[in-house]
C-alpha cells in the first residue's frame, strides 16, 4: 500500500453514532483535537446533538450526520455525500453498529475506513461484520490484545497487517488539586481511605458489585461518582445493605480529573470496558487500581510487569466476593498502596503517554489515507 507523504497533512473524518456521552467518546475527541493540532484537518460527524455539543468543547468542527440502522438504507448516500463535500482523506469510524453505512458510503465516496473498536463486545460475529471487515473496512485498530486475539478467530483470513493495536494514551491536565483540596471542593472526607467508582452510572459498569464489595471491607468508604439510569437503583442497594452512610454519591462530574485526586483507589467493577480510560486516569496520578477481567485491565496491570511491582489488581473473576477480598489487602496494606501508586505513575509515563498514542495513530491514518494526485 502507498503511504501519504509524512508532510502532507490530512483531512480526516470520524463518526460517532453513540446516543449518549461516555468514555468511547472522550477517547475519540482527544485524539482527534491532538491530530488536529498537529495540523490535519479535522471534522467529526454525531448522530446526536448532545455528543456534538460535548465534542466541541475540545474545540473541534462537529456536524450532525444521522446514520441510523441496516433497513436505513439512505443513511449510506448521506455518509457519501457528507465525506464528498468534507473531500476527506480517510474516515475513522468509532461506532461499530454503525459500521454497515458507514463502510459502504465511504467506499462510494472513495474513502479508506479505519474502525475503532471501542469495546470488547464489538465483534465481527455474523456474516455481515465478517464481510464488512474483510472487504470494506481497511484497517481496524483495538486498544487491547484480548480483542485483537478474538478478531483474528473470528477473522482468520484478514491480513495480519490490517489488525492493529494501540493502547490507550493520557495526558494529566495542568492544575490537579492535591489530594486534601479535592477531597474538601468535593464534600468528601478528608481523613480516611476513599474507594472510589468512577463512571456512567449504567448497568455494565456494575455499581452493584462495587457496593457490594465495599460493603465488605471496613475501614474505607465508598465513593461512586458519576450518573446515569442506574443512580436510583444504586443508592437503594447501598440503604438496603446498611451502607449508605459509608457510600457517597457525587453525582455526574463536568470535570472527574479531582475525584480521582481525592481518591486512594479507583475500582473498575464492570462486566466489559476495552482498556477504560479511567484507569489510566487514576494510575497518571499515581491512584492504583483494582479491576474485574475485563479487557484491557491484564494488558495496562499485568502485562510485562514485574509481580512485586505491578500498579493494581485484576481479580480472578467477576464475583463480589472476591472482589471484596483483593480490595480488603489493598485498603489495609498502606506498604503496598504505596509500591502500587509508584508503579502505575511509571507505567503510564512508559506505556500510555499521549503522545506515544497520537504517534502511532498518526502513522496508521497516513498509512491508509488514500492518497490524492500531485
Known amino acids: 500500500m502507498t503511504e501519504v507523504p509524512s508532510g502532507r497533512m490530512l483531512r480526516i473524518a470520524a463518526h460517532n453514532g453513540a446516543p449518549e456521552w461516555g468514555g468511547a467518546e472522550i477517547a475519540v475527541s482527544r485524539l482527534l483535537a491532538a491530530l488536529q493540532s498537529r495540523g490535519h484537518t479535522v471534522h467529526f460527524f454525531c448522530n446526536r446533538p448532545l455528543v456534538m455539543e460535548r465534542a466541541a468543547n475540545f474545540g473541534l468542527e462537529v456536524s450532525r450526520l444521522h446514520v441510523g440502522g441496516d433497513a436505513s438504507l439512505f443513511s449510506s448516500v448521506r455518509v457519501a455525500r457528507a465525506l464528498s463535500r468534507f473531500d476527506a482523506d480517510v474516515l475513522l469510524v468509532g461506532t461499530f453498529r454503525k459500521t454497515l453505512?458507514?463502510?459502504?458510503?465511504?467506499?462510494?465516496?472513495?474513502?479508506?475506513?479505519?474502525?475503532?473498536?471501542?469495546?470488547?463486545?464489538?465483534?465481527?460475529?455474523?456474516?455481515?461484520?465478517?464481510?464488512?471487515?474483510?472487504?470494506?473496512?481497511?484497517?481496524?485498530?483495538?486498544?487491547?490484545?484480548?480483542?485483537?486475539?478474538r478478531y483474528r478467530q473470528l477473522l482468520p483470513s484478514m491480513p495480519e497487517d490490517r489488525?492493529?493495536?494501540?493502547?490507550?494514551?493520557?495526558?494529566?491536565?495542568?492544575?490537579?488539586?492535591?489530594?486534601?483540596?479535592?477531597?474538601?471542593?468535593?464534600?468528601?472526607?478528608?481523613?480516611?481511605?476513599?474507594?472510589?467508582?468512577?463512571?456512567?452510572?449504567?448497568?455494565?459498569?456494575?455499581?452493584?458489585?462495587?457496593?457490594?464489595?465495599?460493603?465488605?471491607?471496613?475501614?474505607?468508604?465508598?465513593?461512586?461518582?458519576?450518573?446515569?439510569?442506574?443512580r436510583t437503583t444504586l443508592e437503594e442497594h447501598a440503604r438496603h445493605l446498611g451502607q449508605i452512610d459509608r457510600i457517597r454519591f457525587t453525582g455526574r462530574l463536568d470535570d472527574p480529573w479531582p475525584a480521582l485526586a481525592a481518591l486512594d483507589l479507583l475500582v473498575v467493577s464492570s462486566d466489559t470496558e476495552s482498556m477504560a480510560n479511567v484507569m489510566l486516569e487514576a494510575m497518571a496520578l499515581g491512584v492504583p487500581v483494582l479491576s474485574t477481567p475485563v479487557s484491557g485491565a491484564h494488558d495496562v496491570l499485568v502485562e510485562g510487569v514485574d509481580p512485586d511491582a505491578r500498579p493494581g489488581r485484576v481479580t480472578s473473576d467477576f464475583g463480589p466476593g472476591t472482589l471484596a477480598s483483593a480490595l480488603q489487602r489493598m485498603v489495609h496494606e498502606p506498604a503496598l498502596r504505596e509500591r502500587m501508586s509508584e508503579a502505575a505513575r511509571q507505567r503510564v509515563a512508559n506505556r500510555h503517554s499521549m503522545e506515544t498514542y497520537v504517534d502511532r495513530w498518526e502513522a496508521t491514518l497516513r498509512r491508509v489515507a488514500k492518497v490524492r494526485k500531485p
Do not use: M
Not at 135 to 145: D, F, G, P
Not at 183 to 206: D, F, N
Open 101 to 149: 453505512h458507514l463502510a459502504l458510503g465511504a467506499k462510494a465516496a472513495l474513502v479508506p475506513v479505519v474502525s475503532r473498536i471501542g469495546l470488547a463486545t464489538d465483534l465481527p460475529r455474523n456474516a455481515k461484520y465478517r464481510w464488512l471487515f474483510r472487504r470494506v473496512v481497511r484497517h481496524t485498530v483495538v486498544s487491547a490484545t484480548d480483542v485483537a486475539e
Open 163 to 230: 489488525l492493529e493495536v494501540i493502547p490507550k494514551g493520557i495526558a494529566v491536565p495542568e492544575g490537579i488539586p492535591s489530594k486534601a483540596e479535592a477531597r474538601r471542593s468535593l464534600g468528601l472526607p478528608e481523613q480516611g481511605i476513599l474507594v472510589g467508582l468512577v463512571a456512567r452510572l449504567v448497568r455494565a459498569k456494575r455499581g452493584d458489585r462495587f457496593i457490594e464489595a465495599v460493603a465488605r471491607v471496613p475501614g474505607c468508604t465508598g465513593v461512586v461518582v458519576g450518573d446515569g439510569p442506574e
